[in-house]
């Protein structure tokens, strides 16, 4: 089983993003988004799809007003179908999609990828159709109101190939059903946190995000004592999506990242 990392393009924001008592609030950001692919001898499985290409030219179109509040740098070439690509990867290549959440910047590829089913926790569904006012801007019909893809709705803890080795985990918090995927490797196990957490330091100092972006902080606080114990328990290595530090810890695709 092989895992490889995709850098899909980002957003400028500020440090008050990831917590808003960060002694480097007013610092510029940049936030990575990425996506991941696992190679699994049953199947080439996509973790996330990143955010929709056409952001890279004309953001206001598809975020409307909300393109206001976040500064997103993207080429075209950021979507999922054209990252994959330049590895060698076509989309008809992946057979299972998973979705940690259906936020824009995690979602917006769906579009290219509904020959395979796509694993979302239930409850996340029905959020992104009627979120809280606070992150209606992050979800986008567009995105995920396609009448063509497979939604394989789960409703908790999932084993994708029964095997142990690819095993979804509810973390809600960010939002009511988010979730990360625990990937067991022969050389280790990372858990692709997505976002249960932007940053692992701010988990480790259970420093909450800015207000929108914390759906419940109760639930996000619990889901970090869950990764905890998980990492502890499988000597797991926990990444995160938006990690600033990306550059140090990740190879990209075409080069696998872990085996
Ligand atoms: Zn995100």
């Not at 990575?32 to 179109?61: C, K, M, Q, W």
């Not at 869950?226 to 999506?241: H, S, Y």
Request: with cysteine; hydrophobic share 40%; net charge negative.
């Amino acid at each position: 089983m092989k895992l490889y990392a995709f850098h899909a393009g980002g957003e400028r924001a500020d440090m008050a993003t990831f917590d808003p008592f960060d002694p480097q609030v007013g610092t510029p950001i940049d936030i990575p988004y990425f996506f991941y692919l696992i190679r699994h001898e049953r199947g080439n499985v996509l973790f996330d799809t990143g955010a929709h290409p056409s952001l890279a030219t004309d953001p206001r179109e598809r975020l409307g007003e909300e393109a206001e509040n976040w500064e997103i740098v993207m080429s075209p070439e950021d979507g999922a179908e054209d990252r994959l690509a330049s590895a060698g990867v076509a989309a008809s290549d992946i057979t299972h999609v998973v979705q940690s959440h259906l936020h824009y910047d995690h979602a917006g590829g769906l579009c290219f990828f509904t020959h395979a089913p796509v694993y979302v926790q239930q409850t996340e569904l029905s959020f992104a159709y009627a979120p809280p006012v606070y992150q209606e801007g992050l979800y986008l019909k567009a995105d995920f109101d396609l009448p063509d893809i497979r939604w394989k709705e789960l409703d908790g803890e999932h084993d994708i190939f029964g095997d142990g080795r690819l095993v979804l985990i509810p973390t809600p918090g960010h939002c009511a059903g988010h979730q990360s995927l625990i990937v067991r490797l022969e050389s280790h196990t990372v858990i692709l946190l997505a976002d249960a957490a932007y940053l692992v330091e701010k988990l480790r100092a259970r420093a909450l995000p800015a207000g929108p972006l914390v759906w419940s902080p109760d639930h996000m606080v619990a889901s970090w004592e869950k990764i905890e114990q998980l990492e502890r328990e499988l000597g797991a290595e926990l990444l995160a999506t938006h990690d600033l530090k990306f550059r140090q810890r990740v190879r990209m695709a075409p080069e696998q990242f872990y085996e």
